[in-house]
Every structure is written in structure tokens, then in C-alpha cells.
């Protein structure tokens, strides 16, 4: 069966399956290492990530037969789908001559490097050298590899203890082939440490900046909850857009068609990751691939549900995947926007303290009080 033929109920690692409307109610993530107390005396935006979660590192489509350079906190790394098909992750590094495997080339299951051809094996051992002499034998020097699991589109990588790595799973993206959505997806590069990214993502008092791209209005908080990884705010919020026309999307270019009513804002940030969901019409996601102190990357998902719509189950799946597929990304414009216009306020963000690392602002939204505490224990934890 095609991906796209899952219908009524998805569910993943760390999720709950989809509930009637396909919409999918989020749970908290399977905590990973014991809680640590918070480091008080460790800036905030100094922190080193929690190694030990599952990061995504790209997207399925941008691995094809090439090698791919990314790199996650501080650590180079080279992907590469060996002879089946199947991902491999091992240090950008080739331990000859200290250049970029990624410049080299794909052999068989084994990366080859682009300089004097010595070629590695998946497990980061030297599997050839092509001049290597009668009497000599392979190198023992080994690259460090890392585990990789390709899931919902994207490619999820382990940076910490591999022993680890099986007590947390993913955040998992069930959406993404779910034919009850429809996706659209950026990417975010920002100059600034990921706490600003994930705390902007989780102030919906923020929607002043954005203006008429703005989806919700109102929000107020209403409850939050909080532990060692995740947290939930629960906002009282308005809508601008319902989902329950065949022309409901005309909406986005069509500003006189939105019309304001009441649905719940619900944000959570599940260590290192964060989703959103806007009442049964929309479901937002922001996947996280820090490469530094001062410089995040990450992946926006928005999610429109056609929950709303019970005839098109009845629609033939041939028509159904071609309605997703056109359909796909058609919001992305918009995402784009709010993405612009966030950066730019990150960014200043992070110059302005690096100009004064001791100044701390007041903060009247309690979410982010909740959110700094969650990430100076997962922060302990990456120390």
C-alpha cells in the first residue's frame, strides 16, 4: 500500500493515534536521561542541546546520490544511502588527511573521499586504500558514526549514547503522509541560540509582529503544565481561518473572507522539539537542528486539516493523493513571511546580548519562565 493510502488512524512514536477528525492530539515525549537541577551559574544562551534526543538533521528528499554535509552542535557530519537505499551518518572527516568526505564521492555502501580515494564503511571503518601495498595492511583508524532513522520525510539522527537511544523516540510527524492533511514546509536559519527560537515559537503574544499573516488573534493564557520534557500552554485564542469550504483557501489571499471566532491555542514544547495545534483546523510543527551557540536550524511544517470534510473519505484514493500532492506547500508563501519576520527580531535578540550577556528583561508571559527552567535541565543534561 502507498504511504499516502494511510487514512483513518496514524500513529508514531511519542504520539497518540489520530482521533476521528484526523486531527492528532499530542502527548509528551518518552523522557530520556533522569532530570538534573537546573545550572543556575551557565548562561542560558550558552547552553549546550541535550545530545541525547533525536534531532533532524533533513529532509528524506534532499539525500539523494551525493553526499550531504550538516552539521548539529559544533559536530560536522556526512550523510550518505548506501546500495539499498538506507542512511548512513558518520563524521565529516577523513582521517587521513583531515578534509571533507562529503566532497567525495558514494561507492557501493561505503564514502569515499575526494582526495586520495580512501574509502569507509558504514560502521566508520577503513574498508579500502587503493594503493595500499602487498605487505601493508587497512588503517585502524575508524570514523565515529551515528544513528539514523528516516522517518515522516525527514531524517532523524542520535548525536548522544547510543545505548540511549532506544528509551526516546522521535516526535514523529505523522501528518506528513496522512491524507487528511495537507503540508506545507520552510526552513528556518537564524543567527541566534535555539532558547530564542523555541521561546518566540512558544509566546503567542508575539502575533503583533506579523499583521495580516497572522493566523490567530486574542490569545490569552489559560493553563499551563510543565516537567522535566515538555511543556504545554493552552491559550484562549481566535481564529482567522475555518477549514470547512472547498474554497476556504482562497482565504489566505483573500483577507476579507477571514472572519474571527473563537478556538484553542495549544503549544508544547516536547524537548527539543515544538508543536502547535489551532482548534481541528491546523497543526504546526518546528523540527530543530542547532548548529552552534549562535546559530539554529530548523524545519516549519504547517498542516491544514480536512477533518472537516467526511465526503472526501468517500473519494477514490488515486484522487485523494493527487488532491494532497497539488495542494501541497500552498501555504508555504506565508510560512516564508513569518519566518522573515521572526529571524530578524531573533537575531537582534542575540546581538543584543551578546553586547550585554548580564542585562535580563522583564518577562510577564509565565510560558517562557516555564520554557527557560525545561531547558536549563535538558541543558544540564548536554554539559
Known amino acids: 500500500m502507498d504511504g499516502l493510502d494511510r487514512e483513518a488512524t496514524v500513529s508514531a512514536p511519542g504520539q497518540p493515534e489520530a482521533a476521528g477528525n484526523g486531527q492528532v492530539s499530542p502527548v509528551p515525549q518518552v523522557a530520556l536521561a533522569p532530570a538534573k537541577a537546573p545550572a543556575p551559574n ?46 548512513v551518518a558518520v563524521e565529516d572527516r577523513c582521517p587521513h588527511r583531515q578534509v571533507k568526505l562529503s566532497e567525495g564521492t558514494v561507492e557501493g555502501d561505503n564514502i569515499a573521499c575526494a582526495y586520495h580515494g580512501w574509502q ?23 570514523l565515529r558514526y551515528y544513528l539514523v532513522k528516516e522517518q515522516d520525510g525527514f531524517i532523524w539522527l542520535f548525536p548522544g549514547e547510543a545505548a540511549l537511544a532506544e528509551q526516546v523516540a522521535p516526535l514523529g510527524v505523522p501528518e506528513w503522509e496522512h491524507l487528511n492533511f495537507i503540508g506545507s514546509l520552510t526552513t528556518i536559519d537564524v543567527q541566534a541560540h535555539y532558547s530564542f527560537l523555541i521561546e518566540n515559537l512558544m509566546d503567542m503574544y508575539h502575533g503583533h509582529l506579523h499583521g495580516g499573516a497572522q493566523v490567530w488573534a486574542n490569545p490569552v493564557l489559560a493553563g499551563l503544565e510543565a516537567d522535566d520534557t515538555h511543556v504545554h500552554a493552552h491559550y484562549d485564542a481566535e481564529s482567522y481561518y475555518r477549514i470547512d469550504k472547498i474554497w476556504s483557501a482562497t482565504q489566505l489571499i483573500i483577507p476579507a473572507l477571514r472572519q474571527l471566532h473563537p478556538e484553542p491555542l495549544d503549544v508544547y514544547y516536547y524537548y527539543p522539539h515544538w508543536m502547535s495545534t489551532l ?5 504546526i510543527y518546528c523540527l530543530l537542528c542547532p548548529v552552534s551557540e549562535t546559530h539554529t536550524r530548523a524545519y516549519l511544517l504547517h498542516f491544514t486539516s480536512l ?10 484514493l488515486a484522487i485523494r493523493r493527487f488532491f494532497k500532492r497539488s495542494f501541497t506547500n500552498s501555504a508555504s508563501f506565508v510560512l516564508r513571511r513569518l519566518v ?4 530578524l527580531m531573533l537575531e537582534q535578540e542575540q546581538q543584543a546580548y551578546a553586547a550585554h550577556p548580564t542585562y535580563r528583561g522583564p518577562e510577564l508571559n509565565r510560558t517562557l519562565t516555564a520554557v527557560q527552567q525545561l531547558i536549563r535541565r535538558q541543558g544540564a543534561v548536554g554539559e
Not at 340 to 343: C, L, Y
Open 120 to 142: 569507509f564503511a558504514p560502521d566508520g571503518s577503513c574498508a579500502h586504500v587503493p594503493y595500499l601495498e602487498p605487505q601493508q595492511k587497512l588503517p585502524t583508524c575508524a
Open 307 to 316: 477533518g472537516r470534510f467526511p465526503q472526501l473519505r468517500k473519494t477514490p
Open 340 to 343: 522573515r519576520e521572526d529571524v
Open 42 to 87: 551557565l548562561p542560558l544562551r550558552q547552553l549546550a542541546i541535550n545530545l541525547n534526543h533525536w534531532y533532524v538533521v533533513a529532509q528524506g528528499k534532499e539525500l539523494g546520490t551525493q553526499p550531504l554535509a550538516v552539521t548539529l552542535w559544533h559536530q560536522p557530519i556526512v550523510l550518505y544511502r548506501d546500495r539499498a537505499g538506507s542512511v
Open 279 to 283: 482548534g481541528d483546523d491546523f497543526v
